[in-house]
């Protein structure tokens, strides 16, 4: 089955047509706050324009606004095509490129941008992979003294390092083909937002007003 892959949680943009483990097409790049002028080119310029026969989107936790544009051009696509829609957390897919990486690693963390000066973390063990314990938000410091030495990825680690250059630190933003490394357990998620914390702003719906 052709499934189409959506990220936008972080800084990255990316997007995929994956087979099983077969990426047919891919487009990855770093903009920032610029997913809803990238997102849809995109996904025009895959094959057949991105038709898939399902689509799986992040939904978070990551962006407020990156999260909201991925799910918004999913939910879209998926009504358009008649296909179903699918979620996975950016979290899990950040591990599963991470062990892909490091062969043989038997935990690891992953460390996303959080905002407000805190991060996102979350503990995997492989294999297989599994969340060892739920994400939270916490402040960088507290974030490192839970690591206690466990090496850590993902887009927020610069905030470990400035407190701790010898940590075991990468830097690693999701990319939508290496969907393909997560099992269907960690792709089953609704497609509605994962939210570390409280957003600052919200949708009317979110607001119980419409």
Request: neutral net charge; hydrophobic residues 50%; glycine residues 12%.
């Amino acid at each position: 089955m052709r499934t189409l892959v959506i990220e936008t949680a972080t800084a990255a943009c990316s997007v995929a047509l994956i087979e099983g483990s077969l990426v047919l097409a891919q487009g990855h790049e770093v903009v920032g706050r610029g997913h809803a002028e990238r997102l849809v080119p995109m996904i025009a310029a895959l094959p057949g324009q991105g038709r898939a026969d399902a689509i799986l989107v992040d939904c978070g936790p990551g962006s407020f606004t990156g999260i909201r544009v991925g799910l918004a051009a999913a939910i879209g696509l998926g009504i358009g095509w008649g296909v179903e829609v699918r979620g996975y957390a950016s979290l899990a897919l950040l591990a599963a490129m991470g062990f892909a990486a490091r062969p043989g690693a038997p935990a690891l963390a992953v460390v996303l941008e959080g905002g407000h000066g805190e991060v996102f973390m979350q503990a995997f063990t492989a294999p297989p992979l599994a969340e060892n314990g739920p994400f939270a938000s916490r402040a960088p410091a507290a974030a490192l003294a839970i690591l206690d030495g466990l090496p850590a990825i993902g887009s927020g680690i610069r905030h470990l390092a400035a407190l701790d250059a010898a940590a075991d630190l990468t830097e690693l933003l999701p990319r939508a083909a290496d969907a393909r490394l997560l099992p269907a357990s960690f792709t089953a998620l609704p497609p509605r937002p994962v939210y570390g914390r409280a957003p600052d702003a919200k949708t009317l719906a979110e607001r119980g007003l419409a």
